[in-house]
């Protein structure tokens, strides 16, 4: 059915306990975030209102709320590449290094350790999130892929089965990008935009184990997330509530935020550490096939830059 193994993936989690935790912080904290500033923005919006009958009220208590909401998501989004680098890199290199075997220290020592890790293989933020970003293109044009084999094959309901595939692939996407940003790790690269590449070219001839290993997990983390968001529904209309001028979208609002901080900070890491036991046992012993890389080449423009960049990484430098 699937090839990870679930209890060598809660037992790892369990051995980066100090990143799982900061996780929990990190997104738990962006969730009381977007609470307390829409809060405040609806409190605003609530005095402004004053000046007013309760109907501007209740408008301006709604607006002065989607101002807060979105003013924090405006914050996030600068805010992104950051936590991909001092968070989500950050974990990466402690799994792959426990995965490989390698002792780690434990509490605090453990993210100073792998913060060296990671500086070391991608100096500066911007350059993981950029290779981060070429590297979700890639992986979008194999799934295209995939989805267009199945369009033509003489199978009734293909296409439509194709479109259900490829709706399920988009969201495992995010299982699989790192486990790309692994692999610079795993061989201890000194051009990251190389290691990124060889990763693509390892992950393409393996496509059809990898993309059947990232189905089943996006089933099971959305599936949970899913469950999270029944169960919050409840305390975020609360949450609502105690608002002024209660925001009647908030409590769906707040209880995605937080189902998704509970996906990010315990689910994503946990599917991230089953598809890094599938790649790294599937690519065991392989080459990146060159067939391979000339048809990446073709199919995706992300590809050709990125090959660009690591070809251009690898030129030495000339004195000024």
Not at 66 to 83: L, S
Not at 85 to 99: C, D, F, P, S, T
Not at 201 to 222: E, F, S, T
Request: glycine share 10%.
């Amino acid at each position: 059915m699937w090839d990870f193994n679930i209890a060598g993936a809660f037992r790892l989690m369990v051995r980066s306990l100090p990143f799982i935790l900061l996780r929990m912080a990190v997104y738990f904290g962006i969730t009381l975030g977007y609470i307390l500033v829409t809060g405040v923005g609806a409190g605003v919006g609530y005095g402004v209102g004053g000046f007013g009958d309760e109907g501007f009220r209740a408008n301006t208590t709604m607006w002065g709320g989607f101002a807060g909401f979105g003013i924090f998501g405006a914050i996030m989004y600068w805010a992104r590449e950051y936590i991909l680098y001092i968070v989500k890199a950050g974990h990466i290199a402690v799994l792959v290094e426990l995965i490989n075997g390698q002792p780690l220290p434990e509490g605090r020592g453990q993210i100073e350790h792998a913060s060296t890790v990671v500086k070391e293989r991608f100096p500066q933020a911007s350059v993981l999130f950029a290779i981060d970003q070429l590297i979700k293109g890639v992986i979008r044009a194999i799934t295209g892929l995939v989805r267009g084999i199945l369009t033509f094959l003489p199978i009734p309901g293909a296409q439509q089965l194709g479109g259900i595939l490829s709706a399920l692939l988009r969201v495992a996407v995010g299982f699989i990008d790192e486990v790309i940003l692994a692999y610079a790790i795993h061989t201890k690269s000194d051009n990251a935009w190389m290691s990124a590449k060889e990763a693509l070219v390892l992950y393409g001839q393996n496509y059809k184990v990898m993309l059947k290993n990232a189905a089943w997990l996006a089933i099971i983390v959305y599936g949970l997330s899913f469950l999270v968001f029944i169960l919050m529904l409840a305390p975020a209309a609360l949450v609502v509530y105690l608002m002024p001028g209660a925001w009647s979208a908030g409590g769906v609002v707040f209880a995605v935020l937080f189902a998704w901080s509970f996906k990010a900070a315990l689910l994503e890491p946990f599917a991230i550490t089953c598809m890094m036991q599938v790649y790294f046992r599937t690519i065991k012993d392989q080459k990146p096939n060159p067939e391979w890389e000339a048809k990446l080449e073709q199919m995706s423009g992300k590809f050709r830059k990125l090959k660009e960049r690591a070809l251009g990484a690898d030129q030495p430098k000339t004195a000024e």
